[in-house]
């Protein structure tokens, strides 16, 4: 099984910076079947990223992804009010698992 | 616009079953695989059990595997997930989520999941 830790577990900084989110896997993650989900408190999660670079459906450009093999990264280029949440990556391989998350607070 | 209800989470003991149910809306069911997935208290995100989009192929992750089945009937647009044996670690919200990309066998060509419900809870204690 692809174990997947992302880092760092916690992210403090204010409106308009960049934020930079790390994911990485254990063994190669196969043809860059990587996802990106934005969770907020008492909301249904939101794919915001799909092998790992595509921006899926209604998600501002703000929001990259980028990586390959074993390491990927989702960079927001100037967070806004809505985007301090919880982020997790996820392998959608046979066994498509989640990384442990990194909560994005407001510094 | 895609929606997707779950229910069926309630307050059960320990070694008992429950079924969860997912009511889709909003585009063609039978053309998606689904994703359960859920949160326990605290915790983060974790794989559940995956169907194809006509219940052919059917995962599980370990720590359900032989006490979840996951099912669907196309007729109803309805995703289920019996839940048999359950212990006190399978406390958590339960989110049905639809494949991405359709016409997919596993979910290596999901795309990931890009519809989500809100949840349902499942809470197992005596």
């Known amino acids: 099984e692809i174990v997947l830790t992302q880092s760092p577990g916690t992210l403090s900084l204010s409106p308009g910076e960049r934020a930079t989110l790390s994911c990485r896997a254990s063994?190669?993650?196969?043809?860059?079947?990587l996802a990106w989900y934005q969770h907020r408190p008492g909301q249904a999660p939101r794919l915001l990223i799909y092998?790992?670079?595509g921006r899926a459906t209604g998600i501002p450009d703000r929001f990259s992804g980028s990586g390959s093999g074993t390491d990927f990264t989702l960079t927001i280029s100037r967070l806004e009010p809505e985007d301090f949440a919880v982020y997790y990556c996820?392998?959608?391989?046979?066994?498509?698992?989640f990384g442990g998350g990194t909560k994005v607070e407001i510094k | 616009q895609v929606q997707l209800v779950e229910s069926g989470g309630a307050v059960v003991q320990p070694g008992r079953s429950l079924r969860l149910s997912c009511a889709a809306s909003?585009?063609?069911?039978?053309?998606?695989?689904m994703y359960w997935v859920r949160q326990a208290p605290g915790k983060g995100l974790e794989w559940v059990a995956v169907t194809s989009y006509d219940g052919t192929n059917k995962y599980y992750a370990d720590s359900v595997k032989g006490r979840f089945t996951i099912s669907r009937d196309n007729s109803k647009n309805t995703l289920y997930l019996q839940m048999d044996s359950l212990r006190a670690e399978d406390t958590a919200v339960y989110y049905c989520?639809?494949?991405?990309?359709?016409?997919?066998?596993?979910?290596?060509?999901?795309?990931?999941?890009?519809?989500w419900g809100q949840g349902t809870l499942v809470t197992v204690s005596s």
């Open positions: 989520a639809k494949f991405h990309l359709g016409y997919c066998s596993s979910p290596r060509c999901s795309g990931g999941a890009d519809s």
């Open positions: 996820q392998q959608y391989g046979s066994s498509p698992n």
């Open positions: 063994q190669s993650v196969s043809s860059s079947y």
């Open positions: 092998a790992a670079s």
């Open positions: 909003g585009f063609t069911f039978t053309n998606y695989g």
